[in-house]
């Protein structure tokens, strides 16, 4: 099983919709959990960090599910600067962390 | 301004050669990272290193070699053993080896191998 799973899409929104992903992961010791977003052929970038009580930051929701073993993103009122792929990031075991395959979302106008 | 630089960013090499990326930090970081990604794969840890002049392998490290000689370099050689080498190849950082995202985890611009 691999450590994380990520729907790959793609997601088509048009713009001001509101899209969520889902992500899973296999270690249930995992501590930390990030999204990061990545732009065509660019190198990912952090878009938030996810917290226990979940958090907010602007449009975006991030929520940890702990029981069930997923994390969400969020996005409200889409804007077309908001296509790209979103990455799902959890620590591990020995110091390493991994990256879910992406999910690709487009907005359109 | 500090950061993580890549270089080529751009590199063809034909079958059978060996080539050496390069990735330099001038974070003062302990620890770096090499990942390879694949279309429609996510980030794939090749080695990593926590210290000068130790490093450990990844989860698909045949065919790839490192050195980490100092603190601020951490070359990946993409040997010939490596039967499928063309991909998008990713250099990151972290000030303390296990510290991620949220400890200043950084990424370079990247290298696109292709073989030729």
């Known amino acids: 099983r691999k450590e994380v799973e990520q729907d790959p899409g793609p997601f088509n929104v048009p713009e001001g919709a509101t899209v969520a992903f889902n992500c899973t992961y296999s270690?249930?010791?995992?501590?930390?959990f990030f999204w990061y977003r990545q732009d065509c052929r660019k190198e990912p970038k952090l878009l938030m960090s996810?917290?226990?009580s979940g958090n907010e930051d602007g449009r975006f929701t991030a929520q940890l599910n702990r029981a069930s073993q997923y994390i969400s993103l969020l996005i409200r009122d889409s804007k077309l600067s908001d296509s790209a792929t979103y990455l799902c990031v959890v620590n591990g075991a020995g110091n390493q962390f991994y990256f879910g395959t992406g999910t690709s979302l487009t907005v359109i106008p | 301004d500090g950061g993580i630089t890549q270089s080529p960013k751009y590199l063809f090499r034909k079958e059978g050669q060996n080539v050496t990326l390069s990735c330099e930090q001038n974070l003062n970081h302990d620890a770096m990272y090499w990942y390879r990604q694949d279309p429609g794969q996510g980030l794939r840890l090749i080695y990593y290193s926590q210290i000068v002049n130790d490093f450990q392998k990844g989860d698909i490290a045949e065919g790839y070699s490192v050195s980490r000689e100092k603190k601020e370099s951490f070359p990946l050689t993409v040997t010939s053993a490596q039967k499928n080498p063309t991909a998008f190849y990713l250099c990151?950082?972290?000030?303390?080896?296990?510290?991620?995202?949220?400890?200043?985890?950084?990424f370079g611009s990247g290298t696109r191998l292709t073989v030729v």
């Open positions: 990151a950082s972290s000030i303390k080896p296990g510290q991620g995202p949220n400890y200043g985890y950084t």
């Open positions: 996810v917290y226990s």
């Open positions: 270690n249930s010791a995992s501590q930390s």
